[in-house]
């Protein structure tokens, strides 16, 4: 006959042991979790002081008049309201709309091929990492360089080939901004782009390709659509940078200002009127961090769908 | 190409691949023509880049004692935001990977918001507590406000490092008799230790070069490099010692690439800078 | 302490519980293993097999219940003051130690000297017979070589309680089979009490000296791998450990012995009962191993007649598909040399040579 109970032993605690031994345990776990927290201190502390508390104050001032410190809506009414404010807004999105699909187009071949040849990437590894390890500053330089009107190179070149009866001013001007801005664009584009289309399987294309398309409509009717949310990501991203640059319009600037940076920073620095500056920065970080997060959740939305290796 | 018959070279493919190629070549000349332009450039001297040109040192010779300050200025703070950042997010990410505490995600998010929000944004944002602090034109100021952009970019490389340490290397030093700070510090911490140690070089490269959340709250006696070389500029227009200072920044980016190239090996190289902010 | 001989420890479990919220992961359980023994937590995944390991080795906080070593009470101890050997299904040998560090992990938590690391080292490098290759790392090692130092590893500070969580899973079948027993040849020699987890019903039958069958979070039986095999207690046992035929049947005690109704008339001699088959008429499962179903002649008297279906030739044995007239389809297993030129659609006789009886689930 086979057992179905076991032995019992002689011998098992009383029941106030029995308890005694569950509160040591809930205890200790208690300890535990206070000492886990404890090691969460800093970081959050370290957060909270210099981004949590600013970016709060910030707001706080941005709803308070300059002289008085009472409670108002006017700094927001002056940023959209203001006529100029909002122009040169739609300038900085349109320079910075216009960037972003330019670097994107260009680049999106390159990452292409990047993606599917490694021995070429492997080569212009070093060219697409390096730059990102510079400050803009050194690409502002670069470009003052190459778009001077009398030194630089390009306008050398080209008055030298006959091209150009005299040199062109377009280095203090949107345009400089713009070439700045677009050689930022299609490095992030190049380095972002290559990991999404290296995410998507080529063998896809491949099927594609086995059913009788050719390759550059293999290419847009199977990697494309995939990548598309990658690509709107890698969007936002350069997107959100023009907007929020600063470096670039102050060191290229001209003498209408196209970027709405310039517009906060005198406020802030020049004209002392602090908390108009922080209205309109936020209004600023609404657009940016509204593009950013629209790009995550696209990305996270219908990213993975056949791009697993 | 699963084809027999090898495609034939028509007008039009051979255009498709002429016309590749030319894309191929003008693109990389575009990739590199601003380093390349500031090199040459510093060994000229002279804003007039010529090939080939001469090459002299001149300008490197006349780089000004208050650049190297800026320059050394700058590295201090970086190394020292970096190690600060690194030795907060260790403990840190492993309380919030193993802890299992409630509102592990909100902190998480938290600790991220320094990357979301614009550089421009925030470094404004910094003066309102860093005036009434007097943080502004301070090295602490700058090395306080490296260390919060460095501890949301370390804390992700943590928590993910962590995270994709399996959970049985603790519970087997547990089961032998490691309490929880022995199994950290012989078991998790060496394991981990080499992707903290590339974390690190990327957040050390992030700190040197950062400018928009610097510009507001730094000043002549806190001057990161990239301030300098960009006050300068507007203030005197390009000067071949601020180029040749730009090259020696360049120089330094090269060596940092084959710093992480050469540790990692480009594989994965190609897996990091591929992501979203490398 | 630095010896290396310790008796082995008796380990109390006692009405052990574990919920997650709404779900009961293992109901009460309790368990007396002796010194020195073998048991093996044998059931489907999902049946609380591991989570109880878990709860053994202070991973996992029981929500009531006691947890004894001998006389001392472990159940409220942190997992790293029960002194328990764990040994995991990936083996988690730490990567940047070597073989020898990873042995003496639980040496040096002890604070045992150079001298007794290495003499101890060098003690189970050779129980396990890996001697040698105390320098290697983990990853230069193979797979099944790698976890005798998981074994090594767990028994080297002689623990109170060797825990198993299904460690030969990631071996291929062959390798299995020898590890298998060598894991029970080292058990034996190091005369320490183990508990196994595993859900392969083979593996349990080969190395243990008790089984705990389980299911559901619930335990199904506890009895020695004959036990287990021979009289199943329960419908699930019946189905789990072995291959066995279950004929759908009623409880006939009208003729003072234990027999099977099967369909309206057919009534079968029942070999064994589980324990609560008592009730004339109850429902029952009628067992019958397929290794006790003799194929005869057709022309033989008092066999069932039956119709080969199908021959699954499986090397030294044959699986031979039956129509039994009045019980409906049978497996039976048989020697090769015994029924290998049995023609398909051959008629035959079977007897049944052994039997037993379970409750249906649900009486």
Not at chain 2, 87 to 115: C, E, F, H, Q, T
Not at chain 2, 205 to 226: D, K
């Amino acid at each position: 006959m086979s057992d179905m109970t076991n032995t019992l032993s002689s011998g098992r605690s009383a029941p106030d042991e029995r308890d005694e031994g569950r509160r040591i345990s809930r205890r200790r776990l208690q300890r535990e979790k206070l000492f886990y927290r404890l090691l969460t201190l800093p970081a959050v502390g370290i957060v909270g002081l210099v981004a949590i508390v600013p970016l709060l104050l910030l707001f706080v001032g941005s709803l308070r008049e300059q002289r008085s410190g009472a409670f108002t809506l006017d700094n927001y009414i002056n940023t959209l309201g203001n006529g100029f404010f909002m122009r040169t807004l739609a300038t900085t999105i349109m320079m910075a709309g216009g960037v972003t699909i330019l670097s994107v187009l260009l680049a999106l071949p390159l990452a292409y091929l990047l993606a599917r040849r490694t021995m070429l990437r492997n080569i212009v590894m070093p060219i697409i990492t390096v730059p990102r390890m510079l400050p803009f500053v050194v690409i502002g330089y670069a470009m003052i360089l190459l778009l001077a009107p009398m030194t630089g190179v390009a306008n050398r070149v080209l008055m030298n080939l006959g091209i150009l009866q005299q040199p062109a001013f377009i280095l203090f001007d949107w345009p400089g901004q713009a070439i700045a801005f677009c050689y930022n664009g299609i490095v992030v584009a190049t380095a972002v782009l290559t990991g999404v289309l290296m995410s998507v399987d080529p063998q896809l294309e491949d099927a594609a390709v086995s059913m009788g398309a050719n390759r550059l409509r293999a290419f847009f009717s199977v990697t494309v659509p995939l990548a598309t949310p990658g690509i709107i990501a890698a969007g936002a991203l350069i997107f959100t940078s023009v907007v929020t640059a600063y470096a670039i319009p102050v060191m290229l600037n001209g003498r209408v200002p196209y970027m709405v940076s310039l517009l906060i920073s005198a406020n802030l620095l020049t004209l002392q009127q602090q908390n108009l500056a922080y209205a309109q920065a936020i209004v600023v970080s609404v657009l940016a961090i509204g593009v950013t997060t629209l790009g995550q959740i696209v990305l996270s939305r219908y990213g993975q769908r056949g791009g697993d290796r | 190409m699963s084809a027999t018959t090898r495609p034939r070279i028509t007008p039009s493919v051979f255009f498709g691949r002429a016309a590749l190629i030319v894309y191929l070549v003008i693109m990389l000349l575009w990739l590199t023509f601003p380093v390349v332009l500031v090199l040459l450039a510093s060994f000229q001297g002279t804003l007039e880049v010529s090939f080939p040109g001469e090459f002299n040192l001149d300008a490197y010779k006349t780089i000004p004692p208050a650049y190297w300050e800026a320059f050394w200025f700058t590295i201090r703070a970086a190394l020292l935001a970096t190690a600060i950042a690194i030795v907060v997010a260790i403990p840190a990410a492993w309380a919030m990977v193993r802890g299992k505490l409630a509102g592990r995600r909100a902190m998480s998010n938290l600790v991220l918001i320094p990357d979301v929000v614009p550089q421009l944004i925030l470094g404004i944002a910094l003066l309102t507590v860093f005036i009434p602090l007097r943080l502004s034109n301070s090295f602490i100021g700058v090395m306080l406000a490296l260390v919060a952009l460095s501890l949301s970019t370390g804390l992700r490389f943590t928590e993910a490092l962590l995270e994709g340490l399996p959970e049985e290397y603790e519970q087997a030093a547990q089961s032998l008799g490691a309490d929880k700070l022995t199994t950290f510090r012989l078991v998790v911490l060496p394991l981990i230790a080499p992707g903290v140690a590339i974390a690190a070089l990327f957040i050390f490269m992030q700190n040197l070069i950062t400018f928009e959340l610097l510009f507001f709250i730094s000043g002549p006696s806190a001057t990161p490099i990239a301030i300098r070389l960009f006050s300068d500029i507007i203030d005197r227009g390009v000067l071949p010692y601020a180029v040749a200072m730009a090259g020696i920044l360049v120089y330094v980016a090269i060596a940092f690439y084959t710093l992480v190239a050469v540790s990692l090996g480009p594989k994965y190289m190609a897996g990091s800078v591929m992501s979203r902010k490398g | 302490m630095n010896t290396s001989s310790n008796a082995a420890q008796p380990v109390h479990i006692d009405r052990v519980r574990k919920t997650f919220g709404e779900f009961v992961a293992v109901r009460e359980f309790t368990l007396d293993i002796a010194a020195g023994e073998f048991v093996t937590f044998l059931g489907p995944s999902g049946c609380g097999k591991s989570t109880t390991l878990k709860m053994l080795s202070g991973l996992l906080p029981q929500d009531s219940g006691e947890i004894r070593f001998g006389d001392r009470r472990i159940d409220m101890l942190p997992p790293n003051k029960r002194n328990v050997g764990l040994v995991f299904q990936n083996y988690a040998l730490f990567p940047h130690m070597s073989v020898a560090e990873n042995i003496a992990f639980g040496l040096r938590m002890r604070g045992w000297s150079r001298a007794d690391k290495e003499k101890r080292v060098a003690e189970l490098l050779q129980l396990v017979r890996l001697e040698g290759l105390g320098n290697r790392k983990p990853e230069q090692l193979s797979g099944g070589q790698q976890q005798r130092v998981a074994v090594a590893r767990a028994l080297a500070f002689n623990p109170d309680l060797v825990l198993l969580d299904e460690p030969l899973s990631n071996l291929d079948a062959k390798l299995r089979e020898q590890v298998r027993l060598d894991l029970r040849d080292i058990q034996r020699r190091a005369n320490q009490t183990t508990v196994f987890v595993t859900h392969d019903q083979v593996e349990a039958l080969v190395m243990s000296d008790r089984i705990v069958l389980m299911n559901k979070g619930g335990v199904e039986q506890v009895g020695s791998p004959y036990d287990l095999y021979a009289t199943p207690a329960t419908e699930f046992g019946a189905r789990f450990v072995g291959a066995n035929n279950l004929l759908a049947a009623k409880l006939d005690k009208s003729s003072g012995n234990a027999q099977a109704l099967i369909g309206a008339e057919t009534r079968l001699p029942i070999s064994t009962c589980a324990a609560g088959v008592d009730k004339d008429g109850m429902d029952i499962w009628y067992c019958i191993r397929p290794e006790h179903i003799a194929i005869r002649s057709a022309k033989e008297d008092g066999l069932f007649a039956a119709r080969v279906r199908d021959k699954i030739y499986q090397g030294t044995t044959v699986l031979v598909d039956l129509d039994v007239y009045g019980l409906g389809a049978i497996r039976a297993e048989r020697p090769a040399l015994e029924v290998g030129d049995l023609p398909m659609d051959a008629q035959v006789g079977i007897q049944i040579e052994r039997s037993h009886a379970v409750a249906q689930a649900g009486e």
